[in-house]
């Protein structure tokens, strides 16, 4: 009987081909990638719950995403 090994939610292969195909800049053989996942799945949490007790619609995203791109950014 084999012993499995356990999925993670981190597809650490295929999100570091994505990272090489949309930026110009070498990725390093350490865990540059995941932190980079981190800080995408901050955004992508932030993004949702940054809603302002609305409804989730196009402009509600938009104007979040605007507020978190000028955070992120200093």
């Given at each position: 009987?084999?012993?499995?090994?356990?999925?993670?939610?981190?597809?650490q292969s295929?999100?570091?081909?994505?990272?090489?195909?949309?930026?110009?800049?070498?990725?390093?053989?350490?865990n540059t990638?995941?932190?980079?996942?981190?800080?995408?799945?901050?955004?992508?949490?932030?993004?949702?719950?940054?809603?302002?007790?609305?409804?989730?619609?196009?402009?509600?995203?938009?104007?979040?995403?605007?507020?978190?791109?000028?955070?992120?950014?200093?």
């Amino acid at each position: 009987m084999a012993v499995s090994k356990p999925k993670g939610s981190y597809p650490q292969s295929r999100f570091r081909a994505v990272l090489a195909k949309k930026t110009s800049h070498r990725i390093a053989k350490d865990n540059t990638d995941m932190l980079v996942y981190l800080v995408y799945m901050d955004y992508l949490s932030k993004l949702l719950h940054r809603k302002d007790g609305t409804e989730l619609t196009e402009r509600s995203i938009e104007e979040a995403h605007e507020k978190l791109m000028k955070q992120y950014k200093g």
